[in-house]
């Protein structure tokens, strides 16, 4: 095979990352004294500039490079932009939280860089090595921050059990990938389609690949059965990772997601549609009922993100009817498309709310900490009704939309196939959307009606403030103005 | 839009712009510009109701849709007017006494803390009553319906904090809304079976409709345009307060006097009469529902009447008279006498509103004393309030040449004429009732207005509480100018209005299309041979049975409570169970309160105890709420924390992955 020179342009925002990760690196090995000041303002600038390199340097037109490693797309671009941007919330957000607890070390700012480096790859990669490679730059840099808290048992533990979980579930994928290279002869996302399509490749191969593949996705996602780590890891990791881990990856797993299954195994729909809606049926009533039962708010929220990723697969799956795409399956896709973005947003200001009650020796993590916070700040009560409402999927809030457009979606597809379950589908869906709406509703109801126990002041940033204010104020805007945001996932969806 | 329409429909806004002023801004505004603003708004809409009047007088007409508020499938919800002269003629009553109420209104509540409210009340009224007559269609009938309902509740219960006046306020909303049950059920039988709410087109249905039946109870044929009519007059029977229904309007005299005057005796409650008069395409066609209509409003006539006699609140004594008159109205209703409906609708409207303004007069000058018992010889101290009194009485009791002569003598000549199933028995309780009518119009004359000043004594004693410190003095005194000028203002109609109107109205075809009569039916048709002019009618009137019936009322009235005032008394003592049964209202209230008030409440509970408590709040919420609150602590017991746990879930969830789905490979 001979060497082509691949187009380094169309890679440009994760060579910029990749590169400026290690000026980082050089950058605080040197700076002694403020060398974690440094690292938080050139990792802020790094992604910053990275959403920017998304958004203008990238094609419109669909390419590939690295050997067809690597695609270059819209979808990708608005993608890798949103990581970007959420990852430095997070960074924002969770700076003061790391400082206090003394572990905002220099490492924490560049392991978080790489983690968003390998998400950044894995919406990017089309190519079942460079997924791999993406997907294990993620995990890793994810485990480590998991347990950056090394002298608390809890955060140790948690990064544990995330590893060895990760592992074997990365062991599973990659089983599923040699299988489909056993099969198709390929690793190339699109060689693969055409394989299959061309029906050269062995059904029962394929069909077990595709099992093992699905698997290290909903792992990623954290979907019943593949949640368990999810609850501890939340629980366990530093608020301010929770926070990261919560957020951005999802957004990756949902393109890794999208990648394989529909640009890559669309001729096995009919069977991934059907797992599809068995992870996101248990996930949605498992998540639910299990939130009801938490106190302690970052495991509600890790439930709560478990229920919602079941809601995103609802809608990935509706694209299929009996194993054929339609013009109603933009529709589907795009709809999971904005409840992954749309979850991003609330998970973020729900976890940043989390932090902005923390501070120095103090770890807010239960719902009874959000007890009086209308005494304690009105404004961050109101965000937090905001956030609540909107997770809880009331109208006129980004949840809202979000829920409906994947009930829609579900239900134009029973429209199309007449087929009853659809039906059954939405309704089920709809009825755990409201048992959701008691856990949600319940940290409103704390907020306002109880008294504090925790009377003394938010010590938060006034950066942290506006941020998280900003952010709990777009949930609304976006809420009350959704269709700009589902036509950016139409449009990059369909390029 | 052309010029007229616009007109059309500043006639009904003007008022509601004023409501909203005097409504939203009163405090802003202040006291003056509240009262300015409503009074000028409503003078607008006289001014308008006068033009429009003169283009209908011309000869023209106008049927048509401005505005279509909602589609549903075929059914349009429109917003338009129907300008015919049956309109025309009320809005002009509406206009001119709602006019004469604002001014009066002035002096009546100028001392009130809700001056400003009140008057946005009455604006409103004005307005929501000008778009239930002036309406095209059944759903603005309807919404001018219940707005003029919603209206009258809140002016009941203007003193708010009154608890009878809380009390009569809920009691009206109530049994209104038995009425308004059966006027739906009859809007939607007529949406059902003609697909459409506007009047031209349901009449213009009729010959298939008339021929439609629906079965009711199992397999009974109802002739569908009977039972139509019966709900329709179910809900006239709420609004225009006739028996049963009637228990809601003495009660409404809780509320100040100039609504009494304007909703419950001119206006709002000869909706219902209006009602059935627009619909009379429909009742033309049911014999049945017309004699119910008759016995029903015949009954209302008399025994309403009874009870006017041994009232002493002043307010109740006009109120049952106005209860017995709405029964004179449905009568010629019942026996399609229409127009004649219609024309005593408009003469008791002005002789009705002058009589109840200047009860308000009198308790004015008797600072809020309502009882007549405590009055007397009020005649040298108030004399506009008692020329004009006895103007209203005379109206009232029909005596010759006053308006309510020619509209009360025709209805009972039309119902001799008439063939109607039960004719017979209402001929006997209007004539009867032109005797009683006398005799308690008279007495309450007598009482206020004649014999020994009685206030003397019960001054002391009568104290109000709802302000009225500006008057000093201890005797009564005649009323401000804004007070006793609309007294006299309404006292030219009722004089005249009826020797002008009645040529035109009744036997003129003034009517025209607007209202239907079928020629069988036609009992006004029998007096039309004999009218020659109202000059006439009312000489020949001097020599009829009613008006030897209603001299014997006042000369019993006269005897009784001015020659020998100990009689009565003795009466009362003599026919004991009779004196109670009318001092029980028939006992209609206790029976409601037995068996309908109590009777709910019961339901109520059972409802409430059974259904709300135990199966929704125990069974469903609570219920739901258990079950998943275990199930969530079931799901919790399996988060145990054991990392080979975790891993070995993952690995049977692939083991059921590979299971479903491989094997289907």
Redesign the interface.
């Known amino acids: 095979m001979d060497f082509v020179m691949p187009d380094f342009r169309l890679a440009a925002p994760e060579l910029f990352v990749a590169a400026m990760s290690l000026v980082i690196l050089m950058v605080t090995s040197f700076a002694k004294s403020r060398a974690r000041s440094a690292a938080f303002w050139l990792c802020e600038f790094t992604l910053l500039a990275a959403v920017f390199l998304t958004l203008f340097s990238g094609t419109v037109d669909r390419a590939q490079t690295f050997s067809g490693m690597y695609i270059s797309d819209l979808l990708g671009g608005f993608l890798k932009a949103v990581v970007c941007l959420s990852v430095a919330v997070v960074l924002q957000y969770g700076r003061a939280y790391m400082a206090d607890r003394k572990i905002d070390s220099p490492e924490y700012y560049i392991l978080v860089l790489f983690a968003a480096l390998g998400m950044m790859v894995l919406i990017s990669a089309s190519h079942f090595v460079s997924i791999y490679l993406g997907l294990e730059l993620m995990s890793l840099a994810l485990y480590a921050l998991v347990a950056i808290d090394r002298d608390n048992p809890r955060s140790t533990e948690a990064g ?2 995330y590893f ?2 990760g592992a ?2 990365s062991g ?1 994928l990659l089983y599923g990938m040699s299988m489909l290279y056993g099969a198709t002869g390929s690793l190339q996302i699109h060689e693969i389609s055409q394989r299959i399509y061309e029906r050269s490749a062995n ?6 690949g ?3 593949v ?2 290290g996705i ?2 990623k996602l954290g979907v019943v ?2 949640h ?2 999810v ?2 890891v939340y629980h366990g990791a530093p608020t301010a990772v929770t926070l990261l881990v919560s957020s951005a990856p999802k957004i990756a797993a949902f393109a890794m997601a999208f990648r394989i299954l529909v640009l890559g195994l669309f001729d096995l729909a009919e ?1 991934w549609q ?2 599809l809606m ?1 992870l996101a049926v248990g996930s949605i009533v ?1 998540g639910n ?5 938490q106190t302690n708010i970052k495991r509600m929220l890790a439930y709560s993100g478990i229920s919602h990723m079941g809601f995103m697969l609802l809608g990935l799956m509706s694209g299929v009817v009996k194993g054929e795409g339609g013009t109603y399956a933009v529709n589907a896709y795009s709809s999971a498309m904005f409840y992954a973005v749309a979850y991003v947003m609330m998970t973020l200001a729900a976890f940043g709310m989390v932090i902005l009650l923390s501070r120095a020796g103090f770890e807010a993590e239960n719902v009874d900490d959000f007890k009086g916070l209308n005494q304690r700040s009105p404004w961050f009560a109101g965000m937090m009704l905001i956030v609540m409402f909107s997770m809880a999927g009331i109208p006129f809030f980004v949840g809202f939309f979000a829920k409906l457009s994947v009930l829609q979606a579900v239900v134009a597809a029973g429209n199309v196939s007449g087929q009853a379950l659809y039906y059954w589908l939405a309704g089920l869906a709809v009825l755990m959307s409201a ?1 959701g709406a ?1 856990y949600y509703l319940r940290v409103v109801k704390v907020m306002y009606f109880d008294d504090a126990v925790d009377t003394s002041p938010l010590t938060a940033t006034l950066g942290t403030r506006t941020l998280l204010s900003a952010n709990a104020l777009s949930i609304a805007a976006v809420g009350l103005l959704p269709n700009w945001l589902m036509q950016i996932c139409a449009f990059t969806l369909l390029h | 839009m052309s010029e007229m329409e616009k007109l059309y429909l500043i006639v009904p806004l003007a008022p509601l712009v004023g409501a909203i002023f005097a409504g939203l801004f009163g405090k802003l505004i202040g006291r003056t510009a509240s009262h300015v603003v409503t009074i000028l708004g409503v003078a607008v809409a006289f001014v308008a109701s006068v033009v429009v009047f003169q283009d209908v007088q011309a000869g023209n007409s106008y049927n048509g849709s401005i505005y279509t508020w909602a589609t549903a499938g075929d059914l349009r919800l429109e917003l338009g007017f129907l300008i015919d002269k049956l309109t025309v003629m009320m809005m002009l009553v509406v206009t001119f006494v709602s006019l004469m109420v604002h001014i009066y209104t002035i002096g009546y509540m100028h001392a009130d803390p809700g001056y400003q409210r009140f008057f946005s009340y009455i604006s409103l009224f004005t307005f929501s009553m000008l778009m239930l007559v002036m309406s095209n269609n059944f759903v603005q009938l309807f919404f001018g319906w219940e707005a003029v309902g919603l209206v009258s509740y809140l002016l009941i219960g203007f003193w708010y904090t009154k608890s009878t006046a809380i009390y009569a306020n809920l009691k009206a909303f109530l049994v209104n809304r038995v009425g308004d049950f059966g006027f739906l059920l009859g809007i939607g039988l007529i949406a059902a079976h003609t697909g459409s709410l506007d009047y031209a087109t349901v009449f213009s249905k009729l010959p298939e409709l008339s021929v439609k039946t629906i079965s009711l109870f199992g397999d009974s044929a109802w002739p569908l345009l009977t039972v139509v009519c019966i709900c329709l007059f179910v809900g006239a029977m709420g609004k225009s307060a006739q028996v049963p229904l009637h228990v809601w309007l003495p009660d409404s005299m809780e509320g100040p006097t100039p609504i009494s005057a304007l909703i419950h005796a001119a206006t709002m409650v000869t909706a219902g009469i209006f009602m059935v008069t627009r619909m009379s395409p429909l009742f033309e066609v049911s014999e049945t529902a017309r004699a119910f209509v008759l016995v029903i409003g015949a009954t209302t006539a008399l025994f309403m009447g009874f009870l006017g006699i041994i009232q002493n609140d002043i307010k109740r004594v006009v109120a049952y008279s106005t209860l017995s008159q709405l029964g004179y109205m449905t009568v010629a209703l019942g026996v399609s006498a229409y127009s004649a409906a219609v024309f005593h609708l408009m003469t008791h409207a002005f002789f009705k509103a002058l009589l109840f303004l200047a009860a308000g007069s009198v308790i004015i000058g008797m600072h809020h004393e309502q009882d007549i018992r405590r009055m007397g010889g009020l005649w040298k101290r108030m004399p506009i309030t008692w020329i004009t009194s006895l103007i209203g009485s005379l109206a009232l009791i029909g005596f010759p040449f006053m308006a309510g002569f020619f509209s009360k003598d025709s209805i009972i000549e039309a119902v001799a004429a008439s063939h109607t199933l039960g004719a017979k028995y209402a001929y006997a309780c209007v004539l009867i009732g032109v005797f009683v009518t006398a005799f308690y119009s008279f007495r309450m004359y007598f009482l206020v207005f004649h014999g020994r000043e009685r206030f003397h004594a019960a001054h002391a004693e009568a104290h109000d509480d709802h302000g009225h410190g500006a008057h000093g003095g201890e005797v009564p005194h005649e009323s401000p100018w804004v007070v006793w000028l609309p007294l006299v203002l309404l006292a030219v109609p009722s004089v005249v209005i009826g020797y002008l109107a009645i040529g035109p109205m009744l036997f003129g075809d003034w009517f025209g299309a607007s209202i239907v009569v079928h020629e069988g039916n036609n009992a006004l048709a029998h007096l039309e041979a004999h009218f020659t002019s109202a000059f006439g009618m009312a000489i020949h009137g001097f020599m009829t049975l009613p008006f030897a019936l209603a001299m014997a009322g006042v000369a019993t009235a006269a005897y009784f409570y001015l020659v020998k005032p100990e009689i009565p008394a003795r009466i009362a003592t003599a026919f004991g169970p009779v004196y109670r049964l009318l001092e029980n209202k028939y006992y209609f209230d206790r029976f409601n309160e037995i068996v309908f008030a109590a009777g709910s409440r019961a339901l109520g509970k059972v409802f409430w105890k059974a259904g709300d408590q135990a199966v929704i709040d125990g069974l469903l919420v609570n219920g739901t709420a258990k079950i998943i609150g275990g199930f969530a602590q079931i799901i919790r017991y399996f988060q145990t924390g054991h990392l080979y746990q975790y891993a070995f879930t993952i690995i049977i969830g692939v083991v059921v992955l590979l299971a479903f789905w491989g094997s289907r490979g």
């Not at chain 1, 059904?203 to 077990?208: A, E, K, P, S």
């Not at chain 1, 009922?289 to 039962?293: H, N, W």
Request: aromatic content about 16%.
């Open positions: 544990m059990k060895v979980l074997l579930a599973l059904d029962m191969v394929v069909v077990f595709l099992v093992f699905l698997v909903a792992f059965p593949f368990m780590w609850p501890d069977q059907m797992m068995l498992l009922l299990a939130a009801v039962a048992v008691y």
